[in-house]
């Protein structure tokens, strides 16, 4: 969406592997979050990025902003029922959290918010990278 210059918000929920899907917090503060992003405005080509803490409601203390912490180190690849067919399995993570990230807000109880741009671009590698012209006469 936020490609198509849509306004683009993503939830989710934290929960644990072997926990049972609580959904209480994003459905009690969900549209508060959204209102208040929606007021904030959403810049072009970004996704607005929300993610609610596992706790129970009443021990959420707001939205905080936050960086999107470094913590994945890959993705465990599962065989299916089928020859070489394979799907994603859990998520292989570094257990150090980064301070100020979305995972040390979510820990704090507060719920995250990230803007995550579209271009991946390394625009500061990008401005240095020069030109080597295979035609350029010598």
């Known amino acids: 969406a936020s490609l198509l210059g849509v ?3 993503a939830l989710s929920q934290r929960y644990g592997r072997d926990d ?15 209102r208040h992003i929606l007021d904030l ?3 072009q080509r970004t996704v607005m990025n ?5 706790a129970n409601p009443s021990e959420i203390k707001g939205i905080k902003a936050a960086q ?11 065989s299916g029922k089928t020859p070489n067919h394979f799907r994603l399995g859990p998520l292989h993570s570094d257990p150090k959290i980064s301070p100020g990230s979305d995972r040390a807000v979510l ?4 719920i995250s918010l990230t803007p995550l741009t579209i271009d991946v671009t390394s625009h500061h590698v990008l401005a240095d990278l020069t ?4 035609l350029a006469k010598k």
Not at 20 to 34: C, E, N, W
Not at 107 to 110: A, I, R, S, Y
């Open 68 to 78: 999107l912490d470094q913590h994945k180190l890959g993705d465990v690849i599962v």
């Open 20 to 34: 049972p899907i609580d959904y209480r917090a994003s459905s009690l503060f969900g549209t508060k979050v959204i």
């Open 131 to 134: 030109l080597l012209d295979f």
């Open 7 to 9: 306004p683009a918000i």
């Open 107 to 110: 820990d704090d109880n507060w």
């Open 50 to 54: 929300v993610n609610f803490p596992k």
């Open 41 to 43: 405005g959403i810049p």
